[in-house]
């Protein structure tokens, strides 16, 4: 089991930056893929960007690129995302999710990630 420790919601008007931090607790990030969900009042969770276990591979989902960075620091044992030029249209619960992928596989689905975080609120204001 592994438990995902989310921080760095808040509010924010549109065009500004927010840096989410993720950590896994008790373990270090060894060969978990990880991943930032999202899921926005009345809609379902929706993938936002993901990174495989060596940071090479990341992927992003079209709303976000070039707004959005996903990275990972082994050493500090920290996930980050880091959302520039945020819309109104970001507004939502962010969660970090964990997958074990040894392969260099970024899921982009809610069901390829088995471990998540409790969610932090992100609320862009126009």
């Not at 959302?83 to 992928?101: G, I, Q």
Request: charged content about 20%.
């Amino acid at each position: 089991q592994v438990q995902l420790v989310e921080s760095g919601g808040g509010l924010v008007q549109a065009g500004g930056s927010l840096r989410l931090s993720c950590a896994p607790s008790g373990r270090t990030l060894g060969m978990l893929t990880m991943g930032w969900l999202r899921q926005a009042p009345g809609k379902e969770r929706e993938f936002v960007a993901g990174v495989d276990w060596r940071g090479v591979t990341t992927r992003y989902a079209d709303s976000v690129k070039g707004r959005f960075t996903i990275s990972r620091d082994d050493a500090k044992n920290m996930v980050y995302l880091q959302m520039d030029n945020l819309k109104p249209e970001d507004t939502a619960v962010y969660s970090c999710a964990a997958n074990w992928d040894f392969r260099g596989v970024v899921g982009t689905t809610t069901r390829e990630y088995t471990f998540w975080g409790q969610g932090t609120q992100v609320t862009v204001t126009s």
